[in-house]
């Protein structure tokens, strides 16, 4: 069915509309993916989707973030910093593995310790709890965590950690625990299809978050995006993510359900301003000019469909720290060439642009227009696709080898907060790409500060300069397109990705 024409599945599903017919099987909630991860059940090699909606599923985090921005308990009950570099949680008592093993002080000792060895420091989740320099077991459901200094977003980066059976892990290992992983979350690990290229989850009884409808969940690997449209119209598939702008329409006009969930990731270009001694990109005049020169308004219509936003500034309104009275770069390509010239280059200069390949999304083509737009002002620019175990090594170790430039989520959606992206844009950063002494001074005071009015105003102030400064090409957000069986309600998505749990079929 995946390779026949559209209107031989279009005439399938009219068919089986007509006739009354459910396409979906309620006992069983059947998902698209555009890929699972080479890490498998392993949840710290990424922290975004797709990677994210199954991990959700499986695992649970201490804390977690509210649709609302909120933090709101998981497995912590509560919390309190008790000093500025002391936080004392409270843990659940009745809650267990799918295994059978308790929940405990141990399992959250475990999961950071091993976040902050030497094996973990690959993943980018290892950042995260760099700042920790103790976890201590209080009792068997009270934990102290000790930071080297004030974190006033602890509760929020901790939303990000999922927390795994701490003696199957010692035991079995990451590499072997990835194949046979074990959490608390809703659902547990069954099995894994042909070639890891899908895996099968049953509803787990006793659940903090129970499952409301389908007691079997089948999630399948399937990366091109024509080929999840297709599965799912033609009834193969209940649920798929990643869909195409370009397909929304379509998948609307024969009854299927679209949904579009604005995310606070800001596509942009990072602009180093420390790697190269004389780069253009230390000006701020020239990393403004290159800002003047995208045309962004295109980008969101053309190239997204007018589904998302014009960025602003690198969060999306609704985050902590976003600044609304900010404006986007406007686009002018005059006033570009202008301060170029008045930079010292009258006639441009090279620049080899490295982004991460993402094939899909629209990402791709609208690095592309950013290219294009940067040589019509004089600059020439080469934007060059790197793949993705290249990339993060690239990003890890601030290696850039002959790319003056990447690309860069501004990646608050997890947290809905702005101060993890800003780390990155500092001098903060353990292997800064970025630095502004004055701008990463305010990010720190910002650290220290608990009251949560005050901070955001902080933030904000910050996002002003940031902006001033313009460490980055800021493009759109991003959104998640996710389409569905008509018959299938209770489809959110969180910061933590989709909610399977939570779905619903209206009708059997």
Known sequence: MLNRPFVCVFSLLFFLLDAGTSIAQPSVLRVGLSNIPPSLGNPYSSMGPPSSHFWGSLYDTLTEVSENGDVAPSLALDWNQTQPTRWVFSLRSNIEFHNGAPFNAQAVITTLAYLQSDEAARFLLSNEVKNIVGVNALSDHSIEILTREPDAILPRRLSLIKIIEPDLWTNLGPEQYAIDPVGTGPYSFVEWGNGNSSMTLAAYEYARRSVKGAKTLVITKVPNAISREQALLSGELDIIEAVSPDSVETIRRVGFNVQVHPL???????????????????????????????????????????????????????TVGFNPELEPYPYDPDEARRLIADAGYPNGFPLTIGVLQSEGTGQEVAYQKVGQDLNAIGIAAQVRAI????????????????????????????????????EYYSCLRPQPFFCDEAVTDAIRASQTEVDPQKRDEALRQIMARIQDLAPAIWLTNTAQITASNPNLTGIKMGPAGLAFEDMVFSRE
């Open 264 to 318: 606070s990731q800001i596509l942009s270009i990072a602009l180093p301003n420390v790697d190269r001694e004389n780069s253009p990109l230390n000006s701020a005049a020239v990393r403004q000019a290159l800002n003047l020169a995208v045309d962004r308004p295109a980008i969101a219509k053309y190239i997204f469909g007018g589904l998302v936003e014009v960025a602003s500034q690198g969060a999306l309104n609704g």
């Open 387 to 422: 793949q993705g175990q290249e990339f993060l090594r690239r990003f890890m170790s601030n290696d850039w080898g002959n790319y003056d430039a990447f690309s860069l989520l501004w990646n608050n959606e997890p947290m809905r907060d702005v101060g993890r992206a800003l």
